[in-house]
């Protein structure tokens, strides 16, 4: 599975994660940077087990069941969200 956002939302970084902007609605969302950093991997490629391991890595504290399920989480509600498609 490849993640693209879909035609019509952008993304811009900030201090402190992402903003994306959905041109259709006018809705913008928020992402922390664990969030960003989650999406910035999936949209490069990466699978989302892949993706959790790494979210491990930057944060080793956490389980690998705690960062899979960070992971499962923001791709659904982006999916949800209609803010990122699969590709």
């Known amino acids: 599975m490849t993640l693209a956002l879909r035609p019509g939302v952008s993304a811009a970084d900030t201090d402190d994660g992402m903003v994306l902007l959905d041109e259709a609605t006018g809705r ?3 992402l ?3 969030a960003a950093f989650i999406l910035r991997t999936l949209l490069d ?3 989302p087990q ?3 391991r790494r979210l491990g890595e930057r944060h080793p504290r956490l389980t690998a069941e705690r960062t899979a399920q960070d992971v499962t989480s923001l791709l659904t509600a982006l999916l949800d969200a209609r803010l990122a ?3």
């Open 28 to 30: 913008y969302w928020q």
């Open 85 to 87: 498609v699969r590709t």
């Open 50 to 52: 892949d993706t959790a």
């Open 45 to 47: 490629g990466a699978t």
């Open 32 to 34: 922390n940077d664990t």
